[in-house]
């Protein structure tokens, strides 16, 4: 397949195609061990060969599930001793990673989930311990996640949290319109999210970084521009903008009614109010930062991006990258501990799948997640492969550079141009191992269907919100020697005793604008006649034409004999009379239509 045929494809399944690889959690079945002691060797192997290594650590807890989540989260709220059971099994596991990780250097950690905060200090102080038993890199940051109802009723914990060592802390607004959140199965309001902010700011936070989501199928231009216009009152550090992105989701079949256009319309807009506002990102790069130098985003994800630097995730279906193996944790499918803790009391690690990667499939996943920022280092490719980036994918390079897709910035940064951060879903299939390809075409030939996705889009389509405009026809009748015009005196407001064309507003009975014009016709004259396109003088769509609103007029011309015509005065006329035209003046006549006549006479 060519370049152009995988791009296109990619657009058009843009709702899979993102920074997440591979397309499903099946597709890499045919490399997976299941032994256990090969599965161990190829662990030990692949992460003595690492120079350096980040760790993740996963907590699944969280107030209620919501609807967009697609992490491995309990679908129960846990109480304090499902909790300690859980953290106890965790700190088994990362236990058998050290032994195997020993002093290797560590340049990056994240505690997440689902919702750190949701554990007692206690845990956290657990956990934290345990971590800083690894050979931490000095300056990076320890990063962790709250949500905004943790953070605005325990100012406590979060003083607890930035004590144990933690430098960066994100918080998941999404939105602030409370109909949407409600929606989505989520807490929060404004009043909130500004208790959260001012706790975290007495905690002693001066790295805040605030979540917000787009292309919801629910979400209005509006009220993603109100969001990003409240989040940047806050400020924040730092903002970043995750899509919705469905895949393993509960709103996963309304995916095909957000067309891509709407996705990229709501980037552009959070884009431009971003930077008016001081916040700085590269194209294509979902986080922004109010502080110069600093990318915004954790250590632990800046090293994963930029570097491709291995990582090892810790917690029930937590995911590992490392060297060329790609795993999952038990209970990454069903959401359940008890092989995971079963795993931990054989002392065997919790792995629930293991793939041992080709290299077509390691930098398949390694090249998509460089995505996220927006660009690839040619420098960072060649360290983690050995290879130069430029020879490998010389057909690509050439491919998104003529169509001004990418473009090289510098001679070691291949960056994503504005047009290209907008068809950014099909440029990174282009980066696919063959056999991931030939899968997103199955996939989409599957899943895609337009019709569907329309009606997805119709059935939440509420046309009240937007001001539509009301149509009116106008008719210029005018007798066989174009000396006199018929016209109607108003009755009503508004120009009230004005004269005025004939006419009237254009009905649902009514099938075309033609036809409402033949009917006024009748009406007005008794004359019958059918009305064309060919007798379309003008369309008018001036918004203050009509005092009354929006009304676009749209004006034929017809010529009939006086002897034919029997003028007659709707309820909105005292009465209907031929005029000489030589007598008409401008300020006689209701709305613009003594420009509409003097236009129909030019014609």
């Known amino acids: 397949m060519n370049c152009r045929d995988i791009f296109e494809r990619g657009i058009k399944f843009h709702h899979y195609c993102n920074t997440a690889y591979p397309l499903r959690a099946t597709s890499l079945k045919q490399y997976e061990l299941h032994d256990e002691d090969a599965i161990s060797r190829l662990v030990k192997s692949n992460i003595e060969a690492q120079k350096e290594i980040c760790l993740y650590v996963h907590i699944p807890f969280c107030q209620s599930r919501c609807k967009f989540c697609e992490y491995v989260v309990l679908n129960e709220r846990p109480d304090e001793e499902t909790q300690d059971t859980y953290v106890r099994y965790l700190l088994k596991e990362i236990c058998l990673y050290k032994e195997i990780i020993r002093d290797k250097p560590v340049v990056g950690y994240d505690l997440g989930g689902g919702t750190p ?23 990076m940051y320890l990063s962790v996640e709250t949500t905004p109802v943790i953070a605005a009723k325990d100012v406590e914990k979060m003083k607890a949290i930035k004590a144990l060592g933690y430098n960066r802390i994100s918080m998941g607004f999404q939105t602030v319109s409370e109909k949407l959140l409600e929606s989505l199965g989520r807490e929060g309001s404004k009043s909130i999210y500004e208790k959260a902010v001012d706790n975290i700011r007495a905690a002693g936070f001066d790295r805040l970084n605030i979540d917000l989501m787009y292309g919801f199928l629910n979400q209005s231009d509006e009220d993603f521009a109100n969001t990003i216009k409240y989040t940047i009152a806050l400020k924040p550090e730092f903002i970043t903008l995750y899509r919705n992105r469905y895949k393993g989701t509960t709103l996963e079949a309304e995916s095909q009614g957000v067309t891509l ?96 990667m080709p290299i077509e499939e390691v930098r398949a996943k390694a090249l998509s997640v460089m995505f996220y920022f927006g660009f690839i280092s040619l420098s960072a490719y060649k360290r ?30 291949f960056m994503l141009t504005d047009y290209g951060a907008a068809h950014l879903y099909g440029i990174i299939p282009l980066f696919y191992s063959q056999r991931s390809i030939v899968e997103m075409f199955t996939m989409s030939d599957r899943i895609l269907n337009d019709k569907k996705g329309e009606k997805i889009y119709l059935e939440k389509y509420d046309r009240k919100k937007y001001d539509a405009p009301s149509v009116a026809v106008d008719l210029v009748i005018l007798n066989r020697d174009k000396s006199k015009v018929l016209l109607i005196n108003r009755a009503d407001h508004p120009f009230v005793n ?90 006689s006549m209701a709305f613009d239509h003594y420009d509409i006549l003097s236009y129909a006479l030019r014609c």
């Open 261 to 356: 256009y709407k996705v990229n319309r709501q980037y552009d807009i959070a884009y431009r109010l971003l930077n008016e506002a001081g916040y700085v990102a590269n194209n294509g790069k979902n986080t922004f930062s109010k502080i110069p130098g600093d990318l915004g985003t954790s250590s632990y994800l800046t090293k994963r991006v930029i570097d491709a630097t291995s990582y090892v995730g810790f917690g029930l279906g937590a995911q590992s990258f490392v060297g060329n193996y790609l795993a999952y944790n038990l209970g990454c499918a069903d959401h359940k501990t008890e092989k995971y803790y079963e795993h931990l009391d054989r002392g065997v690690l919790p792995i629930n799948d293991i793939a041992d």
């Open 498 to 587: 004005k004269l005025a064309l004939p006419g009237g507003f254009y009905v649902p009975s009514d099938p075309t604008v033609e036809a409402a014009a033949s009917r006024e016709l009748m009406e007005e004259t008794s004359v019958s006649l059918d009305i064309t396109n060919e007798n379309l003088v003008k369309i008018t769509s001036t918004q203050n034409r009509d005092p009354r609103g929006w009304v676009i007029s749209v004006a034929y011309k017809v010529v009939i004999d006086e002897n034919d015509c029997k003028p007659l005065a709707n309820s909105d006329a005292l009465y209907a009379n031929w005029v000489s035209l030589e007598s008409l003046k401008q300020d």
């Open 117 to 139: 905060a949701f554990l007692s200090e206690k845990n956290l102080s657990l956990i934290t311990e345990s971590i800083k038993q690894f050979n931490l890199h000095d300056g």
């Open 384 to 413: 983690r492969f050995g290879e130069d980036f430029t020879e490998v994918y010389k057909e690509q390079i050439e491919f998104l550079k003529k169509n001004y897709l990418m473009e090289f910035t510098d001679p070691d940064t």
